[in-house]
């Protein structure tokens, strides 16, 4: 994710695996609208219902980036050995209190940071910068974001090569009516309608809807003659049956250009592309921590300013400035 810095704002632009093409009825069935207003309707009660603790277990990893000013060439990286690791507590709300603003709360007890560069890697701003999609995992996942809108906004059929353990859980492939790119999928426990796992791929007009800022976007074209020419996004969810979250996978390509002003007053452009993957394991523990070691993990958007005196910039300081190590990496 990159950051730009204002005086009181910063600007940030999150950095993706193409799903597995499955070949699907096109037919809708009946009963699916059903299943899954049932499953929006009762998803407060099927899911985490207490405030409970987890050991988390969180990666991001540069994936690789491409920089080139006018026809020259500048940077080209198939694979970076720039990557993070953090593991701690991390708190989780109940679905119900989520929905009434509840948050995630963490405890960072071991960061790594790996780099060919650790004087940069160690400065407070890119380190925020690593935790950055730690919160789009968890606030953006389709299990928690699936709602009304959603389901009218998209078509659905059933997969019929999917199998589970469990005879009750099909898999529900859906498209958008609205998207050329806007597709995935739900592992859906027809009895219970509890989804176990979601996967959404999202285009550049997708993500820019559901994931940016109108407001924040325009801003960037106008002052920072910054325009977005593709971005996609992946994310994937994992619940266990008991409904407590377990595994997460955020996947982001972009590519961007940039126009600047040269000294010989003539119009020069810069391209850059870039993609990004993080992972979150959680597990159940019986270990806690107080209330002030905690520290408060706010959604927020793709792309937003972020005032210098909101809570959301406080976040950033915090989790900046969290110890960490530093292993250079040639």
């Not at 499955?22 to 929006?40: C, G, M, S, Y």
């Not at 910068?129 to 389709?142: E, P």
Request: hydrophobic share 35%; aromatic share 10%.
């Amino acid at each position: 994710m990159a950051q730009t810095e204002g005086a009181d704002s910063s600007f940030q632009i999150a950095h993706v695996r193409t799903m597995q093409e499955v070949l699907v009825r096109a037919d809708e069935p009946t009963w699916i609208r059903a299943k899954l207003k049932r499953f929006i309707k009762e998803r407060a009660k099927n899911y985490q219902t207490e405030p409970r603790f987890g050991e988390y277990s969180f990666r991001y990893r540069d994936m690789g980036s491409d920089l080139q000013r006018g026809d020259k060439r500048l940077v080209t990286d198939s694979v970076t050995s720039n990557r993070f690791e953090s593991q701690g507590l991390l708190l989780v709300p109940s679905m119900a209190q989520m929905r009434a603003d509840s948050l995630f709360r963490i405890v960072p007890e071991q960061n790594i940071v790996y780099g060919a560069d650790t004087a940069l890697a160690s400065k407070p701003d890119s380190v925020y910068l690593h935790w950055t999609h730690f919160n789009d995992m968890l606030y953006d996942n389709l299990i928690q974001t699936f709602d009304s809108r959603f389901l009218r906004q998209h078509r659905f059929a059933v997969n019929e090569q999917f199998e589970h353990r469990n005879r009750n859980v099909v898999q529900l492939i859906f498209w958008s009516k609205r998207y050329d790119l806007d597709r995935g999928y739900l592992n859906l426990d027809t009895a219970r309608c509890v989804a176990l796992e979601a996967e959404r791929h999202s285009g550049l007009e997708c993500v820019k809807a559901e994931y940016g800022n109108s407001f924040a976007l325009g801003l960037l074209h106008l002052f920072l003659k910054t325009e977005l020419k593709d971005w996609t996004v992946n994310l994937r969810a994992a619940y266990d049956e008991e409904g407590q979250p377990r595994e997460f996978r955020y996947q982001s390509s972009r590519h961007f250009t940039t126009w600047s002003d040269t000294k010989k007053k003539r119009r020069e452009w810069i391209d850059s592309k870039s993609s990004v993957e993080t992972t979150l394991m959680i597990r159940p523990t019986a270990r806690t921590a107080s209330s002030d070691a905690l520290i408060d993990i706010y959604p927020t958007k793709h792309v937003e300013i972020v005032n210098s005196k909101s809570r959301k910039y406080k976040m950033q300081q915090r989790l900046g400035a969290v110890p960490r190590a530093y292993r250079l990496v040639r």
